[in-house]
């Protein structure tokens, strides 16, 4: 089981997309042999979780079936969960999707709706297993219409919390919830610059868990260049500002690079006062 509270340090969640359109990595690992390989490759070099997505989430991305996603998925999970001896997360907003991959070895649901589905909070609840609940207006095909805000982080930290309410109500602990406030979701690139800046406020304000996914965004590349290893440093530079406002888990496809930012800014926090984590998932 996920626990947050065992940990001195934010936890790095490894990306491992299982998709032929992903913004930067689609098609890498579309087949089965590939993503497990890169999931086993990723725990080795120090990721805490590996989540798992079927369905691309990039601006302008159309939704694919259920079925689809589960071919792309299960399979996956079905290889990698006796060999893992990390978590496995599935990335999905699909309630039929969620229950599949939880049977088959999956101990995080990572959901960028927020519950959205309607039989999303039953099946999580009947698991008993963390979930995060992730902030997004619309869907990826229409969120670059919706990024029309009068005080960006105290309401994307309301509309949270009405999702982290649903849950509770349908019967999920709420020691059980992990948020995200969508960075690249509903987004400008400025706004994601606000809502890092004020991590610390939003976190503040819902009491929970935290996790951040800014790796390789595009508002990383606008600032750090848009070659492959610009990114890379550009979303360390995020990451760390992020762990330093109070992130818990931070979600990229960079594993190695990242996992150096962690080492070093926990090592720096404990010469202080440490990294202190409250919540447990």
């Known amino acids: 089981m996920l626990s947050l509270s065992k940990h001195k340090r934010p936890l790095l969640m490894g990306i491992l997309n299982i998709t032929p359109d992903s913004f930067s990595d689609g098609g890498r690992y579309s ?10 490759e990723m725990q080795k070099q120090g990721a805490d979780i590996i989540d798992i997505g079927g ?26 969960a006796p060999r893992l001896e990390i978590p496995i997360s599935i990335d999905t907003s699909k309630a039929e999707v969620a229950r599949e991959a939880i049977a088959a070895g999956a101990s995080l649901v990572n959901d960028v709706t927020a519950l959205r589905d309607p039989k999303m909070a039953a099946v999580v609840a009947q698991s008993k297993l963390p979930v995060v609940l992730m902030h997004m207006r619309g869907t990826p095909r229409t969120m670059r219409s919706k990024t029309n805000y009068r005080r960006l982080v105290p309401e994307v930290a309301a509309e949270l919390k009405t999702a982290v309410q649903k849950a509770v109500r349908a019967g999920i602990s709420r020691d059980k919830i992990i948020v995200d406030p969508g960075i690249g979701f509903s987004k400008t690139a400025g706004q994601n610059l606000q809502l890092l800046h004020g991590l610390a406020a939003f976190k503040k304000a819902l009491g929970l868990p935290v996790l951040i996914g800014p790796s390789r965004k595009s508002f990383v590349a606008a600032l750090s260049g848009p070659d492959l290893d610009q990114r890379v440093a550009g979303t360390a530079g995020a990451v760390a500002a992020g762990i330093i406002l109070g992130a818990d888990i931070v979600r990229v496809h960079d594993v190695t690079e990242i996992k150096s930012i962690i080492n070093v800014i926990a090592s720096i926090a404990k010469q202080s006062r440490g990294y202190i984590c409250q919540n447990s998932v």
């Open 55 to 80: 369905e691309s989430t990039r601006p302008g991305a159309a939704a694919v079936s259920v079925a689809q996603e589960l071919r792309r998925v299960i399979p996956v999970i079905q290889r990698l």
């Open 31 to 40: 087949t089965v042999s590939r993503a497990v390989a890169r999931a086993l």
